[in-house]
Nanobody
Framework: QVQLVESGGGLVQAGGSLRLSCAASGRTFADYTMGWVRQAPGKEREFVAA????????YYADSLKGRCTVSRDNAKNTVSLQMNSLQPEDTAVYYC????????????????????WGQGTQVTVSS
């Protein structure tokens, strides 16, 4: 059984930064690509970022490219999302999730490719 627990959300002013963390249980964390997904009020969940198993390749949604950095520490079973220059439209619940598809390069933005999800952490950006 895999458990994912996010932390680090909160209230920040526009232009500010937050660092989200996700702690994973299980001995196979290092085998999987991990992703971040967010859901804004009244909207569908959307892909934010993903990082491959070794941590040497990361991908970002266009809406956050240049403003966030995803990283992982396989020794600690953690994946993080550093977000800068936050805007009110970044307000959402942010989830980390484990990618279980067969080719992350082509399907990492497909949310059905993720099998385990955390409970989410709220990020609120005030104007």
């Amino acid at each position: 059984q895999v458990q994912l627990v996010e932390s680090g959300g909160g209230l920040v002013q526009a232009g500010g930064s937050l660092r989200l963390s996700c702690a994973a249980s299980g001995r196979t964390f290092a085998d999987y690509t991990m992703g971040w997904v967010r859901q804004a009020p009244g909207k569908e969940r959307e892909f934010v970022a993903a990082i491959n198993w070794s941590g040497d390749t990361a991908y970002y949604a266009d809406s956050l490219k240049g403003r966030c950095t995803v990283s992982r520490d396989n020794a600690k079973n953690t994946v993080s999302l550093q977000m800068n220059s936050l805007q009110p439209e970044d307000t959402a619940v942010y989830y980390c999730a484990r990618y279980s598809g067969s080719n992350y390069r082509t399907t990492m933005t497909a949310l059905e490719s993720y099998d385990y999800w955390g409970q989410g952490t709220q990020v609120t950006v005030s104007s």
